[in-house]
């Protein structure tokens, strides 16, 4: 992993983190947001720490497996850090199913914090 620009490896090492909490104890994400973090959750608007951690806590399933398909990080101008991943997610018994999601990562206080996080099923409405 060090031959990766550090941007990657911080990225990388965020993405395994975040879906390792989902999908084990989704009530322990709130460690990754702060106050002013934003999450939009299939055109659902949350804004604050408490408020994104009620939702993805209050989510309508049991047990969820993320696999990611790939994923991609660079750095913005502001020293923030931007991902983009593109997975598979199985919920329950339900089919497995695509996913998008983005976040955008910066450094506060020597650690690593979702400032503002994306998600949208991969659903294709093609009638």
Not at 42 to 68: C, D, M, R, T, W
Request: glycine share 6%; aromatic share 12%.
């Amino acid at each position: 992993m060090g031959d990766k620009p550090i941007w990657e490896q911080i990225g990388s090492s965020f993405i395994q983190h975040y879906y390792q909490l989902f999908d084990n104890d989704r009530t322990q994400l709130g460690a990754i947001y702060i106050d002013a973090s934003c999450l939009t959750w299939e055109g659902q608007q949350f804004q604050g720490k408490a408020a994104i951690v009620e939702k993805l806590s209050s989510l309508p399933f049991q047990k969820i497996q993320h696999s990611i398909t790939a994923q991609d990080h660079q750095p913005t101008p502001d020293s923030c850090i931007i991902s983009m991943v593109v997975g598979q997610l199985k919920a329950d018994e339900d089919p497995i199913m695509g996913f998008h999601q983005m976040f955008l990562l910066k450094n506060i206080n020597d650690a690593w914090v979702c400032t503002n996080d994306m998600f949208r099923l991969t659903l294709h409405n093609f009638g």
